[in-house]
């Protein structure tokens, strides 16, 4: 594993931007909260802290990828890292994960093998099917607590393709959780609108937003995510992270693959520092606490 950077508050990183608003980007979502400072009654009206295992993993599950003809394998082998990943050199159990290019068939694999998950499931309009009849490919959420409010919204995306962003509240954590994947390709300004869309649709105070975000830390496309939030692998101010994306021969090429936290946070992140088989990216683990 890549050595992390220390388990440290984050709240000098990076001075919050304007965020760029879901009506501008034509961007709708419905059921959630909006974003805002939630407790600003004092003390007696914060939630209770709390630990987030978390876990964002492309796992390519769809035609054309490693396990793409294996798909209940590769679901066996997304189980087993959900039952152990490591973070800072010791090994922890995820309590949430956020997956991209899942099938909807390997969803209902992890309700059953993780029955007292909860689970929530999108796939944008055109996404590929997957094999063995495992349905469509797309986003998912699960979390080992209670999943309340699971809404999905359209993102604005370029003619001819469409993107989905995936979010849930998880009452208990007072943390509300999203997922998506961003607009590959030539298409900076589709994702800098994206992007924009997403940081709106999460809101403030307590959330975990992750994906793969086809774009490299330092590209302007990210700037609303970074200006609104701490990424788990920065360091300091600066956007940073270890290379996620993988070749055909497992060698790291860039950082794809984000997850993104409120900035009360304190966090620790890890990325595998050896090749994953099961997919052409690696996973990213971090263990998240709010105060």
Known sequence: MRSPRAL???LS?????AVVTAAATGASIQGLRGGGPAHADGAADRPAAVTINALSWNVCGGPGCPSGSAPARLAKEIVQRMRATEVGGR????NAVLLQEVCEGQVRTFRTSLPKWSWAF??????????????RAGVAIGTDAPLSAQRQARLPAPAGSARVALCGEVPSWSTRVCVTQLTAGESGQWRRKEAGALTSLAGTDRILVGGELADVPESPALDPLYAAYAE??????SRTGAKTRQDW????LDKTDY??????AAVSCSVPSTPVKASDHRPL???VRYP
């Open 8 to 10: 440290i508050p984050l």
């Open 13 to 17: 990183v990076c001075a919050a931007a």
């Open 91 to 94: 090994t922890v159990r995820p």
């Open 122 to 135: 999108a796939s944008p309009p055109g996404a590929e099917a997957c094999a063995d009849g495992q349905g």
């Open 232 to 237: 788990c692998d920065q360091t300091g101010s």
């Open 249 to 252: 021969r497992g060698s790291a």
């Open 259 to 264: 997850l993104f936290i409120g900035k009360s």
């Open 285 to 287: 683990s971090a263990v």
